[in-house]
């Protein structure tokens, strides 16, 4: 094994699970949920303008993710990134799944059917 190779090989393993920078900041994205859910219904007025639910839940994730890029993540990785569709892929799964059936009963409570 010559020289670049090793080099290539230990900067393989020695590369960071970018996963695991969004799990320890899991609870920046929590709070991010709740700051969203506020920020929508200031920036439409009300979420009942939001046209559905599945709106509301879309646009949540959206604004976590914009959050979470550009408050931890934009001076080290690039938004075009492999790495970064990683991390935000599993925002938006986290946050589906955490919490995307109390924002539809939010939706709902708020707004009616």
């Not at 969203?36 to 994730?61: F, M």
């Amino acid at each position: 094994m010559n020289l670049q190779e090793t080099i290539r090989r230990i900067l393989r393993e020695e590369k960071p699970n970018p996963i695991n920078s969004i799990k320890r900041r899991l609870d920046v994205v929590d709070w991010l949920v709740e700051f969203s859910v506020r920020e929508t219904g200031r920036q439409y007025g009300n979420i009942c303008k939001v046209r559905t639910p599945e709106n509301l839940v879309e646009i949540v994730i959206e604004k976590v993710g914009d959050g979470m890029y550009w408050d931890h993540f934009a001076d080290i990785i690039d938004d075009d990134s492999e790495e970064w569709e990683e991390m935000y892929r599993f925002i938006s799964i986290y946050v589906e799944h955490k919490f995307g059936d109390k924002l539809r009963q939010h939706y709902h409570t708020q707004c009616g059917d």
